[in-house]
């Protein structure tokens, strides 16, 4: 524990549970002392509890339906305090015209963050998954692979893309984490960033995406 009794890496330990009846998964995180004092049993069938909430049920079957194509886009969106989590939503306009919420990717410092408050357990289940890698866009993508095969056990899971600018960037800093969260085709020099106006919203130029990775008609 820290001083201000948040919980840290070191302090984290992590148990892969299933559900028997649906063989969903789920790992769970809470600190060594804690774990020692419950029952795997427990753990598990308050998996299966918390696993899918009434919010989840009509949605979970867009997001079946969506997953079963080849390849699917994932848009992800910034949380709004620090530490950050990210919002994933599916965009596939065959099965919906509107973007399907799938999940929230949660990195370490946000499960520590939740592990440090009651009841000092963490859940992964059908709207929260971890990252226990630094999120650059392959951990960022394998945690997406993780979920939908955590989710629907019985399914393959289709090739993931990235949106990779899920809304403008406050400020020259806070382009440079996102910028390292998304796939680029080039870099941004530093005459780039000296010359954005730090008043007004920063987006990117248009060729620093690859084509690809563009939410464009012209690659589509």
């Avoid at 899918?52 to 079963?68: C, F, G």
């Avoid at 015209?97 to 408050?117: G, K, R, Y």
Wanted: net charge negative.
């Amino acid at each position: 524990m820290t001083v201000d009794g948040s919980l840290t890496c070191s302090d984290l330990v992590s148990v892969d549970l299933t559900i028997p009846e649906s063989k969903q998964k789920g790992r769970c995180f809470l600190s060594l002392n804690l774990l020692k004092t419950l029952d795997l049993g427990s753990l598990t069938k308050e998996l299966g509890r918390q696993f899918v909430e009434n919010d989840d049920i009509e949605r979970l079957p867009l997001l079946r339906r969506a997953l079963d194509l080849p390849i699917v886009t994932f848009e992800t969106y910034r949380g709004e305090t620090p530490p950050y989590e990210l919002h994933a939503y599916i965009r596939a306009t065959e099965v919906s015209d509107e973007l399907i919420f799938a999940t929230v990717l949660a990195p370490m410092p946000v499960v520590e963050q939740l592990a440090s408050m009651p009841p000092y357990v963490v859940l992964e289940t059908a709207t929260l998954q971890a990252i226990t890698e630094e999120p650059t866009t392959a951990a960022i993508t394998a945690a997406l692979e993780t979920w939908a095969r955590r989710v629907w056990p019985e399914s393959r899971v289709p090739r993931i893309l990235l949106s990779p600018w899920p809304g403008p960037a406050e400020s020259r800093e806070g382009s440079l984490e996102i910028l390292r969260l998304f796939p680029t085709s080039g870099q941004l020099s530093e005459e780039d960033f000296t010359q954005v106006d730090l008043g007004e919203e920063f987006s990117p130029p248009p060729n620093l995406v690859a084509p690809e990775f563009r939410l464009t008609e012209e690659a589509a």
